[in-house]
Every structure is written in structure tokens, then in C-alpha cells.
């Protein structure tokens, strides 16, 4: 998948869920009660998330060594559920 299509589901919202390396990842946000800023959650499920503020922090985190920008551009777009 595209960074663009990243970006257009982080910014309406969407949740995502993939599978790499035989692991489960999701992407989630909630607001941030200090600033009350949106924020976007990523983590391996059952782990500590990675909170960041933007789709390119994001997209910059690495799995693996990999950054994440390039998993979602391997993986077919049939790899994640979106809710």
C-alpha cells in the first residue's frame, strides 16, 4: 500500500491491522489529554505502543530494521483490514 492511501486513512480515522514476519500490527489514536491532540498509535499487538503525531513519524517507525513506509509498500493491499 501507498504512503498516500496511509496517509488518507490516518487522517479519516481509520484503523489498521496488518500481519508481517508472522507478527500482528495495528494502527490506532486517541487524544492526547494534555494538549488535547490526536494522536496515532502504532504497536505489535500485546506490546507497548509507539505514539506519534504525524502520518511521517509514522511511516518512519522501523520493524525489524525495516521502516514501516516500506512493510506497507511489500505487503499486497488484500494484507490489511481496515475498520
Do not use: H, W
Request: hydrophobic residues 35%; negative net charge.
Amino acid at each position: 500500500m501507498r504512503a498516500e492511501c496511509i496517509d488518507l486513512l490516518v487522517s479519516t480515522g481509520r484503523e489498521i491491522e496488518f500481519e508481517y514476519n508472522n507478527k500482528r500490527y495495528s494502527v490506532t489514536y486517541y487524544r492526547d489529554r494534555e494538549n488535547n491532540k490526536r494522536m496515532i498509535s502504532f504497536c505489535e499487538f500485546y506490546q507497548e505502543p509507539t505514539d506519534v503525531k504525524t502520518v511521517d513519524e509514522l511511516l518512519a517507525i522501523k520493524i525489524d530494521g525495516v521502516m514501516l513506509e516500506e512493510v506497507f509498500s511489500k505487503l499486497p493491499d488484500d494484507a490489511f483490514d481496515i475498520f
